[in-house]
Nanobody
């Protein structure tokens, strides 16, 4: 069974930076894609970023491109989302997700395991 635990959320001001972490208990962590999604109040969950098993390939939503960096530490079985120049519209619950293969999926249906989410609030 895979257990994903996010941390690092909180309240920040516009323009600030924040780093989210997601610890993964999966034994095959380094072989599969990891992604970050977010869901704002009243909105559908949306793709933010994904990273390949090796960490060499990444994908970003247009809304965060240039402001977010996804990375992973396979030795620590942890994936990170570094966010900079944050905006009020980044306010959402952020979810970590794990896929079962190594393709940079951008749709939530392609991910098999999910964390419980961490709240990020950006004040103006």
């Amino acid at each position: 069974q895979v257990l994903l635990v996010e941390s690092g959320g909180g309240l920040v001001q516009a323009g600030d930076s924040l780093r989210l972490s997601c610890a993964d208990s999966k034994r095959t962590f380094s072989r599969t894609v990891m992604g970050w999604f977010r869901q704002a109040p009243g909105e559908e969950r949306e793709f933010v970023a994904a990273v390949s098993g090796s960490g060499a390939a990444t994908s970003y939503a247009d809304s965060v491109k240039g402001r977010c960096t996804i990375s992973r530490d396979n030795a620590e079985k942890t994936v990170y989302l570094q966010m900079t120049s944050m905006r009020p519209e980044d306010t959402a619950v952020y979810y970590c997700a794990a896929g079962s293969d190594d393709i940079l999926y951008t749709h939530e249906n392609e991910y098999d395991f999910w964390g419980q989410g961490t709240q990020v609030t950006v004040s103006s």
